[in-house]
């Protein structure tokens, strides 16, 4: 059965905000905040940390050393029974906090002895610059939307994105198989494709021809790879982008919309709030720290 929860929590530097929701094998957190500076602790935690868009000089305190990350879209940390705080964020941003149960790790572990899952990130160095990673983005993708009520997932559902959830965290090979031959480089070229042209034109075939995989199979091994199909992805990207562009520039939530390629302003305001649980206008910083976007 999946549970839901909602908490606002305001701090004397920076707000932030935290959306649950569980089911049986896995449960995750959606939390978005505004810059902040400051000490912020939340104890012991285990867990998995996925970020939406970039953190610069993002700095946490674990197990009493300071750390900074330069943290990309899709970038993540692991936790394993680590002390935390939270002591910058330079910028807006959100991101996903991933937990998985111990059927999850134990059948994983089962069916793949040598692999490690969830090996903590943080081992003592004080710098990190994770690698993005398009399987756990488009799983983060996925659960925030069931965060903020927009999209119901049934616990079959739930736990398939559990497992590629797991498989994406271990240390198992991530090369392509002859089931499917999306292996992790190909992966990373299409993130870097998406990424790079999120204001022009992304075809499926162009996808598929990055890949060298045939446009008639390339939708379904996206999928199975990613939990999304190649459509769902490109979009919730774009929204992503829109996001960062409507707390960060002067433009009109119709010249966001444009500037993205979505001429339906009716179409672009019902996929954000599909994305995100609340309309364009909410998203809005209130004051002066918005820039004129450069045209």
């Known amino acids: 059965m999946k549970s839901s929860t ?3 929590t305001s701090q004397r530097q920076g707000q932030y905000r935290l959306e649950a929701t569980a089911w049986a094998g896995i449960s995750s957190v959606y939390g978005r905040g505004t810059p902040y500076a400051g000490f912020r602790s939340a104890g012991i935690q285990r867990k998995v940390k996925v970020f939406f868009s970039p953190q610069r000089d993002f700095r946490l305190e674990v197990d009493g050393n300071v750390i900074d990350i330069d943290i990309p879209p899709g970038g993540a940390f692991t936790l394993a029974d680590q002390e935390i705080s939270l002591l910058r964020m330079s910028n807006p941003g959100d991101w996903i906090e991933i937990f998985l149960d111990k059927r999850i790790v134990g059948t994983f572990a ?28 488009s799983i983060a993708h996925i659960f925030r939307r069931a965060c903020v009520g927009t999209y119901t997932l049934s616990d079959i559902e739930a736990d398939t994105l559990a497992h590629l959830f797991a498989a994406a965290m271990s240390n198992a090979p991530a090369n392509g198989t002859r089931r499917n031959p999306l292996d992790k480089i190909k992966l990373n070229r299409i993130f870097e494709y998406v990424e790079e042209g999120l204001n022009g034109q992304i075809l499926m075939s162009d996808l598929a021809d990055i890949s060298a995989i045939s446009p008639f199979h390339f939708t379904r091994l996206f999928k199975a790879a990613t939990g999304m199909a190649p459509y769902q992805y490109v979009m919730a990207r774009r929204l992503e982008r829109a996001k960062c562009l409507l707390l960060s520039t002067t433009l009109s939530v119709r010249e966001v919309g444009w500037s993205l390629g979505i001429d339906n302003v009716s179409h672009f305001r019902r996929k954000f709030v599909e994305q995100f649980g609340v309309p364009p206008s909410a998203m809005r910083p209130e004051g002066p720290s918005r820039v004129p976007a450069q045209r």
């Open 6 to 8: 909602a908490i606002l």
């Open 110 to 137: 089962q069916w793949h002895p040598n692999a490690t899952i969830l090996r903590p990130t943080f081992d003592g160095r004080r710098r990190f610059e994770p690698q993005p990673d398009i399987r756990l983005l």
